[in-house]
């Protein structure tokens, strides 16, 4: 990134991707004009790259501390010249005095594809374009490097990451092996990334990546048993990035043992970003990934699906691909349900289990019709409305859905109708106002044609601002002690949740 930034802009009709963004000026000027806007993986090979973590500068010191206590997963590279100061370098690479030779005519709140919003260590924002309004003067920028950094020599040496074949973003996961603690900084452990290879390719990968030690250097961990060392109980559920599969689109934990496909792990940038969020910081911050080059962004984090949504003809929603939905957070197992962030825009995200796609389908052919129905009707039916379709980038299948996220309250225990502990404690009149807006609701959707499915209290969330039940999950089934079995999927199965939800609120039906 030590190329000079003008105000030029690319125009419409070039389109960019990673093999038109050949610099650390392309790249930092296509982010900074929102014309790249996806994971930097492959950017400008040659340039480094490097996870951008922003913090008040009461706690710029102890990072400071954290990073040289843990050089490894927290390598520094550069920081803000002065508190404050989003244009200028300090650099921390030994061989390069000058800051403007990492980065010279740089804007830090603009130049990465998006950006998480952090208050008191909480995210409150995620997937923003820029942070022009939220920079203030007492900001310090950190740049931490990052392992994207050697993928191009690898590729260069035969070795291409298995993500990057896939198209899909890198796998990391949280280990046990604890951080040197520095201030307030405590408590934190290594988060590694991994890229799984061939046992006999072992010695030459890190040969390669051993000369990167400003972006972690070469592998920490290889091998199957590494697993069982570093903590990590399932090599299919990363905490992070896509679960790991073998080239034939197997998740990588059914070849267990196979030496063609041998995990190698190497430290990760995301590092210091779990041990800023597990420091309950107060005050703004924000985190991101840079390209010294560009700026690098893990994107969306679904896992895997053979599952395809059919959409009949007619029916007209946003498409929006994966590497354009940024996961706030996995709801669900793996990530099958998600918080996302969609062009700066919370939703729920619901991808296709391989073995329970049908319920998918149930749930946006409910949906869907839904939201075919009168406007003015509709708003009175507290259902997620449908949002938009989910594909993906290289074949454009349909693997999934956005539906309007329904926001948790403070209060864990109103989450859902099922986490309420004693019923007795909320006042009748409140559950009798709940117990009657789901009989409505669901007497609505079957005038409609629509079955709910899964009754159940589970399947209720209170919405923090206007104390109204909702329904969700409409992939149906049933659960023992709310529907029978016999009457799945019919108005009396939804009749029969209905009446042992007014039960389970202790309200007359």
Not at 79 to 108: C, P, R, V
Not at 290 to 316: D, H, M, R, W, Y
Not at 350 to 362: I, P
Request: charged share 25%.
């Amino acid at each position: 990134m030590s190329a000079t930034i003008t105000a030029t802009r690319f125009t419409a009709s070039v389109p960019l991707s990673s093999t038109t963004l050949r610099t650390g000026l392309e790249a930092r000027l296509a982010a900074r004009a929102n014309e790249y806007t996806k994971s930097t993986s492959g950017l400008a090979p040659k340039h480094l790259q490097a996870n951008l973590i922003v913090l008040p500068s009461r706690y710029a010191s102890d990072f400071r501390d954290l990073c040289a206590r843990n050089p490894v997963p927290c390598p520094l590279i550069a920081e803000s010249k002065t508190t404050g100061d989003y244009a200028k370098l300090l650099s921390h690479i030994a061989t390069i005095a000058d800051g403007d030779k990492i980065a010279s005519s740089l804007d830090i709140r603009t130049d990465c594809p998006r950006f998480n919003i952090y208050d008191d260590s909480k995210l409150v924002k995620a997937g923003v374009s820029d942070i022009v309004d939220q920079w203030s003067s007492d900001h310090v920028a950190f740049l931490i490097g990052c392992s994207y950094s050697f993928e191009s020599a690898l590729v260069a040496g035969g070795l291409p990451p298995r993500h990057a074949v896939l198209d899909r973003n890198v796998p990391m996961y949280r280990t046990n092996i604890p951080l040197n603690p520095a201030g307030v900084f405590t408590g934190g452990t290594y988060v590694v990334s991994m890229r799984p290879y061939k046992k006999t390719d072992i010695e030459k990968i890190r040969s390669i990546t051993r000369s990167y030690l400003p972006t972690h250097g070469e592998c920490v961990a290889w091998g199957w048993d590494a697993l069982e060392k570093l903590g990590i109980q399932d090599v299919d559920s990363p905490q992070w990035g896509d679960a790991p599969l073998t080239m034939d689109g197997r998740p990588l934990g059914e070849v267990t043992g196979n030496e063609e496909d041998v995990p190698v792990f190497w430290g990760c940038g995301v590092t210091p970003q779990e041990a800023v969020m597990k420091a309950a910081l107060e005050g703004n911050g924000y985190e991101r990934a840079v390209p010294i080059a560009g700026f690098t962004l893990p994107n969306a984090q679904f896992p895997p699906s053979q599952s395809q949504l059919e959409v009949k003809e007619g029916l007209e929603f946003p498409r929006h691909q994966t590497t354009d939905i940024w996961i706030v957070e996995k709801l669900l197992g793996d990530g099958y349900i998600s918080h996302v962030s969609v062009d700066g825009r919370e939703m729920c995200a619901k991808v296709g289990k391989d073995f329970d796609g049908g319920a998918l389908q149930r749930e946006f052919d409910c949906l869907s019709r839904i939201s075919t129905l009168n406007a003015q009707e509709t708003s009175r039916v507290n259902v997620p409305n449908l949002l938009g379709l989910i594909e993906t980038p290289r074949d454009g299948k349909v693997i999934g859905i956005l539906e309007e996220l329904i926001p948790q309250p403070e209060s864990q225990e109103l989450s859902s109708l099922a986490m309420i502990e004693d019923v007795s404690a909320i006042p009748k009149q409140r559950r009798k106002a709940w117990a009657i807006h789901i009989r409505r609701t669901v007497g609505w959707l079957h005038d409609n044609g629509i079955i709910w499915g899964d009754g159940k209290a589970d399947n209720v969330l209170i919405h923090p601002d206007s104390d109204e039940p909702w329904l969700i999950d409409f992939g149906g089934g049933t659960t023992p002690g709310w529907v029978d079995e016999h009457l799945a999927g019919s108005v009396d199965g939804d009749n029969q949740a209905v009446r042992r939800i007014f039960e389970f609120l202790e309200v007359e039906f």
